[in-house]
């Protein structure tokens, strides 16, 4: 396999104490002290009202359209209600199978000016690797280990946790060793378009790590489920800056398009399901700085990859963790995942991620709640 060019991790006593970065840090370039930490606290809830407005050209035959909710309900998200609006026939609709939320609308031929716009309120709070156990079922962790279209447990995958992972003992020094091993081979790639594919075969078949956090985050997923620990993506989205400085870890609330954010959970035994997130490790890495730094003991470097195993900041949301994911209505097939709105019609899918034909913004707002 082509390594990533990179020095091996350096897990120096001091790591655990993760570290924040002051704001004086984002504006000036220069390195922090390392007495800063970076230290989400989970009990300080945020709620948002997190609003997208779709806008598509005039429709020359019937268009679909549709728009992801919020749909995780957990110890650490707590969707508050859904409200909308178009000039289509709109309504909430499910995948029907693994809790997808989405407002769908219908536009005849003719529309001259489709839209459709969605608020959702949601609260959220960050998470820390000393959070309480919060047991799941076993039919979830099942769902959690098993095989998707894009995150194939044997062959190559397999092969590459077992290396990974030889001479760990138990589910939490696996999930250590995949966290550390992911971060030292796998590397952001800001030219891969929206959050990637997370084709984690072809990556690995490959040789090139390189991708953005649907694809470093599944890869970390498809090799934790491969050795047996539960392990899931959750699609999401930034709804603010960060509050250590990161400018990497947050995003302006005014203007989310483009702000889509992969994360990942791990379930283990003593913790219950723990927050993961090797893929923002890499974008600091490579985009915190002008500068591509890779040396996860450097001063910048150390507090997100101390801190993001286990924990993470409550400036995010959640949609949903969902897999080859069929939208209701949909002429096309099932998509790998759903993070982005979505739009179809007798051509097939227009591309989200070009504004000419596909025009969207996401905006949030904090709120009292």
Known sequence: MNLHR??????AAGLGLAASLPPAFAATGQRPPSSHRFAPKPGDWRSFDVTTRVEL???TGATRVWVPLPSVQTGWQVPLGD??????QAGIATDGAQGVRLVAVAFADGVAKPYVEVTSRVRTQSRTLGTQRVRDDASTLRDALRPTHLLPLDGIVRETAQKATRGARGDEAKVRALYDWVVANAWREPTVKGCGEGDIKTMLETGNLGGKCADINALFVGLCRAVGVPARDLYGIRLAPSGFGYQQLGSNSGNLAG???CRAEVYL???GWTAMDPADVAKVMRQETPQWIKRTDDPLIAPVFAGLY??????WMAYNTAHDVKLPGSAGDALGFVMYPMAENADGWLDQYDPATFKYAISAREVKA
């Open 6 to 11: 990179r020095s091996l991790i350096r897990r």
């Open 57 to 59: 050209p005039a429709t």
């Open 83 to 88: 409200s909308f609006a178009s000039n289509g």
């Open 259 to 261: 702000a889509q954010h």
């Open 269 to 271: 035994q003593a913790r």
């Open 310 to 315: 286990g924990a993470w900041e409550g400036n």
